[in-house]
């Protein structure tokens, strides 16, 4: 069963661009969610997507979007990059059909972004 | 707000050593709490959670937190550290519609 995956691995940049990070989650899981972690920090929620729409957002620019698809699988985008949005970008997929009171996140091995 | 504090940066310990790290949450409701370990250049690996029930809750690794509701804290504790433990530690505690809110994170060295 293979677990959640994210591509690329690296990614440089430059200020200006556009980058796209593509995440798969892990089979059955049907939520994806976003995380940015920037170098010395703790991951920060970003958005989530289920059934194909946004459901929650954190305090990020609009800069930032998403998109998932019929499969699950999701997208996130960043526009007019900025020095500031080198991180690691962190996928994590979750299901409502879980179980118990809270449905536990499973994480990639996120996608390592560098703009210069 | 919802919040997570891990009041240390860094820790160092000798092989063999026990081990606690701190983490104080600030949440309204019954929390659902979770500490994570990030090796260099990896993603998150769960070590534990706590969503009700006993205080004391096992993890892998040989890792434990005891939920303290009256001191807001899930701290970690490990009774002897391996070499391999080095690593970032973080605490999350769970919100609704699963979002994680997450501490800064306490870097773990471990000197043999």
């Known amino acids: 069963d293979a677990g959640v995956t994210q591509s690329p691995t690296h990614l440089i940049k430059t200020r200006g661009q556009q980058v796209t990070l593509r995440c798969s989650p892990k089979?059955?899981?049907?939520?994806v969610s976003w995380y940015q972690q920037a170098l010395g920090q703790g991951p920060q929620f970003i958005f989530q997507?289920?059934?194909?729409?946004?459901?929650q957002r954190g305090n990020f620019p609009d800069r930032f979007s998403g998109h998932q698809f019929p499969n699950y699988s999701s997208e996130l985008n960043v526009n007019a990059l900025l020095l500031g949005d080198s991180a690691l970008y962190l996928c994590a997929s979750s299901s409502p059909t879980s179980g118990g009171p809270y449905n536990e996140q499973f994480f990639g091995p996120g996608t390592r972004l560098t703009v210069l | 707000a919802q919040s997570v504090t891990q009041p240390d940066i860094h820790i160092t310990v000798s092989e063999g050593a026990s081990l606690e790290l701190r983490c104080n949450y600030s949440y309204g409701a019954t929390p659902y709490l979770f500490w994570y370990v990030q090796s260099p250049g990896q993603g998150l690996q769960l070590l534990l959670k706590?969503?009700?029930?006993?205080?004391l809750v096992q993890g892998i690794k040989g890792f434990e937190a005891e939920f303290k509701r009256s001191q807001s804290s899930f701290n970690l504790r490990k009774p002897s550290v391996h070499w391999s433990d080095a690593a970032e530690y973080f605490c999350a505690v769970g919100a609704k519609t699963d979002k994680l809110i997450f501490g800064t994170g306490t870097r773990l060295q471990v000197f043999p």
């Open positions: 706590y969503f009700s029930g006993d205080t």
């Open positions: 997507y289920y059934e194909e729409e946004e459901r």
């Open positions: 089979s059955g899981h049907d939520t």
